[in-house]
């Protein structure tokens, strides 16, 4: 295995780890007990690894905060896992084309509004609308912490060539 590949695989493994650990830390909101900082590391994986490594570690950055939390949703939580998956999947994707204002309010609005949509249907309006304002909250919490932590990231991340992939 060349040594860029065994790196990047390698820190695809750390950003995993501290998904968990952010899955540990849940923000205390009514309604939703899974809202976790899970996802800021994912987020943050963007800027060294490729988005479908990143969008994985969110995989399973939901997977263990549903798993702390005792799987609540049970097997509903595939499904917000996938959904996780592709919310930073498209910000790593963004990231990495440039669109560094946009990818802020596409990950709030996907991540926030969209993914919990199909509990409208399979659980009921009601848990919608009642999980739709901690869901929001602690979607701004982790992009936040993204947004201050991101910038001193990149700096550490700069490649020989002055740039960050």
């Not at 990047?8 to 849940?26: D, E, N, P, Q, S």
């Not at 899974?34 to 943050?44: G, I, K, Q, R, Y």
């Not at 800027?47 to 949703?73: E, I, Q, R």
């Not at 917000?80 to 204002?101: L, P, Q, S, T």
């Amino acid at each position: 295995m060349k040594r860029q590949k065994l790196m990047t695989w390698l820190l695809a493994a750390m950003l995993a780890a501290i998904c968990a650990v952010g899955a540990m830390i849940k923000v205390p909101i009514p309604f939703v007990s899974t809202a976790a900082l899970d996802s800021a590391p994912a987020f943050l994986g963007v800027v060294f690894l490729p988005p479908v490594l990143a969008g994985t570690a969110g995989m399973l950055g939901h997977f263990l905060t549903a798993l702390t939390a005792g799987f609540p949703f049970g097997p509903l939580h595939l499904i917000i896992a996938v959904e996780m998956f592709i919310v930073v999947w498209v910000f790593g994707v963004m990231h990495k084309k440039g669109m560094h204002i946009w990818k802020w309010p596409i990950a709030f609005v996907l991540n926030g509004i969209i993914a919990p949509v199909p509990f409208y249907f399979l659980i009921s309006p009601a848990f919608f609308w009642g999980a739709l304002i901690s869901i929001c909250t602690a979607t701004a919490l982790n992009l936040v912490i993204v947004a201050i932590v991101m910038p001193v990231l990149r700096k550490v991340f700069v490649r020989k060539e002055g740039s960050v992939s």
